[in-house]
T-cell receptor
Framework: KAGVTQTPRYLIKTRGQQVTLSCSPI?????VSWYQQTPGQGLQFLFE???????NKGNFPGRFSGRQFSNSRSEMNVSTLELGDSALYLC?????????????FGEGSRLTVL | DAKTTQPPSMDCAEGRAANLPCNHS???????VYWYRQIHSQGPQYIIH???NNETNEMASLIITEDRKSSTLILPHATLRDTAVYYC????????????????FGKGTMLLVSP
């Protein structure tokens, strides 16, 4: 079956702009989480959604937001972009609520802020 | 979630077993040990996880010590395609309030498999 799909794969924005990234989870998966990866900070948790509700949120400013739709697809938005937002944004999906479920990651969306 | 300690890098000859250690001395009884790997510029890939018992799948084996304070990921016959950063993560078995899908990644071990 198809894996986690993230779009766009690459994008370039300028400071002050906003960006929306999309994630389509594996069919049947209801949980979607987002991570930011930078060379300096590594992989950091952004937020997690299940059944259209945000279940958990990482330590990021309010400029970072997300949502999940009824078909489990998710989007994340970053407003008023800063240079430090340049990163690989990764989406992961899992089947459900159980903590012993593995996460399946997409290939990521690489954002460059100029 | 408990913290983990991994060596920053390891080398392995192609065809040999790669044994990647992880220390998680503060692990709690309800925390699982997970291993993921990330090949350059790709998303992390799930490898294996376990709670108490040793586990094996088509990719690797996970050996957890009896006191659960450390574990070893074993790639039985490493190939060049196994060159990646390997992350050891401990994670609480979830509930709706525990952030069940939150993974706290450390710096991992960069495994270099050479011909």
């Amino acid at each position: 079956k198809a894996g986690v799909t993230q779009t766009p794969r690459y994008l370039i924005k300028t400071r002050g702009q906003q960006v929306t990234l999309s994630c389509s989870p594996i069919s049947g998966h209801r949980s979607v989480s987002w991570y930011q990866q930078t060379p300096g900070q590594g992989l950091q948790f952004l937020f997690e959604y299940f059944s259209e509700t945000q279940r958990n949120k990482g330590n990021f400013p309010g400029r970072f937001s997300g949502r999940q739709f009824s078909n489990s697809r998710s989007e994340m938005n970053v407003s008023t972009l800063e240079l430090g937002d340049s990163a690989l944004y990764l989406c992961a999906s899992s089947f459900g609520l159980a903590g012993d479920r593995e996460l399946f990651f997409g290939e990521g969306s690489r954002l460059t802020v100029l | 979630d408990a913290k983990t300690t991994q060596p920053p890098s390891m080398d392995c000859a192609e065809g040999r077993a790669a044994n990647l250690p992880c220390n998680h001395s503060t692990i709690s009884g309800n925390e699982y040990v997970y291993w993921y790997r990330q090949i350059h510029s790709q998303g992390p890939q799930y490898i294996i996880h376990g709670l108490k018992n040793n586990e094996t799948n088509e990719m690797a084996s996970l050996i957890i010590t009896e006191d659960r304070k450390s574990s070893t990921l074993i790639l039985p016959h490493a190939t060049l395609r196994d060159t990646a950063v390997y992350y050891c993560i401990v994670r609480v078995a979830g509930s709706m309030n525990s952030g069940y899908s939150t993974l706290t990644f450390g710096k991992g071990t960069m495994l270099l498999v050479s011909p």
